[in-house]
């Protein structure tokens, strides 16, 4: 199991921009894939965007495509998500995940996480 913390959430206006980071502890970080996932109120929780444990292979959502970006410093066992151009439809609780897979995969569903942050909330108002 890996221990994860975000942060960085909080209220933009739409058009703006916000990092969440999200730590991580308990196992070696660079021999986990990272995902970021996030769930509206309502709402199923839907995957956003998720990196290889070298950070050299990225996937993302629809959605987000051209405005998110994932990333990864394994030096400091921290995954980040840069979110801009962000819109009020981004508003949900985010949430980091680690893969204990052991490859990349071309798609990624919950059931691939087996650790999971306590999420972050990002408030987008129009």
């Known amino acids: 199991q890996a221990q994860l913390v975000e942060s960085g959430g909080g209220l933009v206006q739409a058009g703006g921009s916000l990092k969440l980071s999200c730590a991580a502890s308990?196992?070696?970080?660079?021999?986990?894939?990272m995902g970021w996932f996030r769930q509206a109120p309502g709402k199923e929780r839907e995957f956003v965007a998720a990196?290889?444990?070298?950070?050299?292979?990225?996937i993302y959502v629809d959605s987000v495509k051209g405005r998110f970006t994932i990333s990864r410093d394994n030096a400091k066992n921290t995954v980040y998500l840069q979110m801009n151009s962000l819109k009020p439809e981004d508003t949900a609780v985010y949430y980091c995940?680690?893969?204990?897979?052991?490859?990349?995969?071309?798609?990624?569903?919950?059931?691939?996480?087996?650790?999971w942050g306590q999420g972050t909330q990002v408030t987008v108002s129009s």
């Open positions: 995940a680690a893969s204990f897979i052991p490859y990349f995969k071309s798609s990624y569903q919950k059931a691939d996480f087996g650790s």
């Open positions: 308990g196992r070696t970080f660079s021999s986990y894939a």
């Open positions: 990196i290889s444990r070298s950070g050299g292979s990225t």
